[in-house]
């Protein structure tokens, strides 16, 4: 169904056909019609800092915990729901080696190694995080390899099946 201006209009001011005639000026367009139905409006363009910051509250309000490891396994960066999920601030966490912090850390060498070998993505269903002297936690995971400038780097993103 195309719209035309006139039902446009109708629709903005609540009123029907008959007062659309009332509403035209002598060149027969209506004075409360804004724009133009072909008219597009540019989306606004972030700049590089307020990209990063709203990248930085995405990531912080995301529920799924989020952790990046460099090649040798070691945290390089946490959202809030991984430091809730490992009951560690990222002040603790930065630089540790991921696997390090549960018991059953060294079952996830293998997939980890594998996936920064093969570059391909990893997914696992309802595996614990045997945490020592801590709560453990049921968790799905996805392992995602990334490239940057510094090398390689592994994306985990865990997703508590505990809390649902």
């Known amino acids: ?10 629709t903005i001011e609540g009123r029907g056909n008959a007062d659309l005639a009332g509403m035209q000026q002598n060149n ?10 072909n ?27 989020i952790v ?8 390089l960066l946490t ?12 002040a603790h966490l930065n630089g540790k080696p991921f696997p390090n912090l549960m018991a059953n850390g060294n079952l996830l060498v293998p997939i980890l190694e594998q996936a920064l070998t093969s570059d391909q993505q990893f997914t696992q269903r309802q595996f614990t995080l045997l945490m020592p002297h801590k709560e453990d936690v049921t968790v799905d995971f996805s392992i995602t390899p990334l490239r940057d400038g510094d090398g390689k780097q592994l994306l985990i993103e ?5 809390r649902y």
């Open 28 to 37: 027969g367009s209506y004075p409360k019609l804004a724009m133009d139905l």
């Open 1 to 10: 169904m195309k719209i035309s201006s006139e039902m446009l209009v109708s």
């Open 39 to 65: 008219t597009t409006i540019p989306a606004p363009i972030a700049l590089p800092e307020q990209r990063e910051k709203m990248s930085d509250r995405v990531l912080g309000n995301l529920s799924t915990a």
């Open 79 to 90: 959202n809030q729901a991984a430091e809730s999920l490992l009951q560690e601030s990222f």
């Open 158 to 162: 865990l997703i508590p099946m505990d």
């Open 68 to 75: 990046l490891l460099d090649v040798e396994l070691r945290i």
